[in-house]
């Protein structure tokens, strides 16, 4: 379905529920350019929502690579599942479960996406550290300041090296019956770190 090494699906491609969030394709484009991945890595989505974090990732790490999406969402699990067919994606196993017991369960991740979960993104950044090669890469996407405060005091107390924080905000046109005009999307920053 997606013939393109280059990350960027458009939104509507991916099968979609209400209720079920998906990263938008232009923060997922910066997302995963900024985990740096390559063939065979192994990878977390963390909070994977309809899987289009998982999906991307999957295709750049390849058939040789792995990914492991977990969500506590029964529906997030079956979009993910439904998005990952669409797309032909066989390298990623979907967990239904607390973020915080499954994690300690996978094998040692290349690089790590964080995006909802709950209000436990800093314990979930904290255990992740603890499962990231070193030289590894998290990724965490945040809307809420206080997720952002939250875990930019984890990453700079597990001393982290590389960090980046970028916000994007991105406007998309539509349409009109008069032409066109842009219509603003939430903010999205976006905390990136290599472990030491």
Same mark, same amino acid.
């Given at each position: 379905m997606? !013939?393109?090494?280059?990350?960027?699906?458009?939104?509507?491609?991916?099968?979609r +529920?209400? @209720? +079920?969030?998906? /990263?938008k394709?232009?923060?997922?484009?910066? !997302?995963?350019?900024?985990?740096?991945?390559?063939?065979?890595?192994?990878?977390? @989505?963390?909070?994977?929502?309809?899987?289009s974090?998982?999906?991307?990732?999957?295709?750049?790490?390849?058939?040789?690579?792995?990914?492991?999406?977990? @969500?506590?969402?029964?529906n997030?699990?079956?979009?993910?599942?439904? =998005?990952?067919?669409?797309?032909?994606?066989? =390298?990623v196993?979907v967990?239904?479960? =607390?973020?915080? !017991?499954?994690?300690?369960?996978l094998?040692?991740?290349?690089?790590?996406?964080?995006?909802?979960?709950?209000?436990?993104?800093?314990?979930? +950044?904290?255990?992740?550290?603890?499962?990231?090669?070193?030289?590894?890469?998290?990724?965490i996407?945040?809307?809420?300041?206080?997720?952002?405060?939250?875990?930019?005091?984890?990453?700079?107390?597990?001393?982290?090296s590389?960090?980046?924080?970028i !916000?994007?905000?991105?406007?998309?046109?539509?349409? /009109?019956?008069?032409?066109?005009?842009?219509?603003?999307?939430?903010?999205?920053?976006?905390?990136?770190?290599?472990?030491?």
């Open positions: 997606w !013939q393109h090494r280059t990350p960027g699906i458009p939104d509507e491609l991916f099968d +529920v209400e @209720d +079920v969030p998906i /990263t394709e232009e923060v997922r484009v910066i !997302q995963v350019s900024k985990a740096r991945l390559s063939s065979g890595q192994i990878v977390y @989505d963390v909070g994977c929502g309809s899987g974090i998982s999906v991307e990732a999957a295709h750049q790490v390849g058939p040789s690579g792995k990914v492991f999406s977990i @969500d506590i969402d029964p997030a699990v079956e979009l993910t599942k439904k =998005n990952l067919d669409k797309f032909h994606v066989s =390298n196993s967990i239904l479960g =607390n973020a915080m !017991q499954k994690i300690s369960e094998p040692m991740a290349d690089a790590i996406f964080i995006g909802g979960t709950g209000g436990e993104t800093a314990d979930i +950044v904290k255990l992740c550290e603890s499962k990231l090669k070193q030289g590894g890469r998290i990724v996407g945040t809307i809420l300041v206080e997720t952002l405060y939250s875990v930019l005091s984890t990453i700079e107390k597990l001393q982290f590389s960090v980046d924080i !916000q994007v905000t991105i406007s998309k046109s539509k349409k /009109t019956s008069t032409g066109t005009m842009f219509l603003a999307r939430n903010p999205v920053t976006i905390i990136s770190a290599t472990r030491i």
